[in-house]
């Protein structure tokens, strides 16, 4: 990589802004949850507990993700990044499993009208994790961090559950005693929505975590790289996984059979630095050669 910050140092960063806010945003909620009556929107503020703690492991997650190699880590720290990206999914899941099982408990019992004020509350809430969810989304696909990303979606969850929450509240102010329950409906059905984007965090790390091919585009791109190199006749394999920020390739390509050793070592390294070069995100290429005949 360059001497630019790593993108995983630059992930951390964002993170930092979401960390601030959920702290600050699970501390108002709780406070006007018990204070406006209104138990989907307590609801909501253990998911903002749920996701400050997820967010302080994904900042340490892209931290240890950018160290360099080491004896014990010689590929280096890069799946660091893609685990913290599943432990967010496993929390995302898990919040949305208390919320919805905690919204039918409370759709047995009675309960009170909830206070008008909540709505303004909840107005701000939703504007705040709106701006927050656009600005972390753009900077995870800057830095192309399946964890960044999946931190954005916390925040694009957060905003579901509190218009849920909005409309319930609303329905209920509206309709009197008799729609109070609209508060829990509408946590429930955020709920849902909630394990959704759980699912699509996790799944896309859990498959980096297992190096899962790259897109074919991503393949033939290196491919048609190495082919630039002077003395490449042909591309038998390529293989290309991601470790985090950074790609891995295995390339075996064709030269002439008579060529000697020295020669097919030096047109292997000239591979090698070409996809390096054209491809910074690229750490490293295991070049193999194979004979034309």
Not at 92 to 118: D, N
Not at 160 to 187: C, E, K, Q, R
Not at 244 to 262: A, P, Q, R, T
Request: glycine residues 8%.
């Amino acid at each position: 990589m360059s001497n630019k910050l790593h993108p995983a140092l630059l992930g951390a960063k964002t993170t930092i802004l979401g960390i601030l806010a959920n702290l600050m945003l699970f501390i108002l909620k709780i406070f006007v949850g018990f204070a406006g009556n209104s138990s989907a929107l307590i609801a909501d503020a253990i998911e903002s507990a749920g996701d400050f703690l997820t967010s302080i492991i994904l900042y340490f997650g892209l931290k240890a993700s950018a160290q360099p190699p080491d004896e014990d880590h010689p590929y280096g720290h890069g799946k660091a990044e893609p685990l913290a990206a599943m432990v967010v999914g496993v929390a995302l899941f898990g919040a949305g499993i208390y919320i919805g099982v905690e919204s039918i408990l409370a759709l047995q019992l009675p309960r009170p009208m909830p206070k008008a004020y909540t709505l303004y509350f909840l107005g701000v809430v939703i504007i705040v994790k709106g701006l927050l969810f656009r600005y972390i989304d753009k900077r995870g696909a800057d830095i192309k961090s399946a964890a960044v990303k999946g931190d954005a979606l916390h925040h694009l969850s957060d905003v579901i559950v509190s218009v849920a929450v909005f409309t319930g509240i609303s329905i209920a102010l509206l309709g009197g005693p008799a729609y109070a329950s609209a508060d829990n409906w509408a946590a429930l059905v955020a709920s849902v929505v909630i394990l959704y984007n759980s699912y699509k965090i996790f799944l896309p790390a859990f498959s980096e975590v297992m190096d899962k091919a790259q897109p074919q585009e991503v393949v033939e791109d290196i491919k048609a790289i190495a082919m630039k190199v002077d003395r490449v006749k042909e591309i038998e394999k390529c293989f290309v996984r991601k470790m985090g920020f950074e790609y891995f390739v295995d390339i075996h390509i064709v030269v002439d059979g008579n060529l000697s050793v020295k020669e097919g070592h030096d047109i292997a390294h000239r591979v090698k630095d070409k996809i390096r070069e054209e491809r910074p995100n690229v750490y490293d290429v295991l070049t193999h050669i194979e004979p034309d005949n």
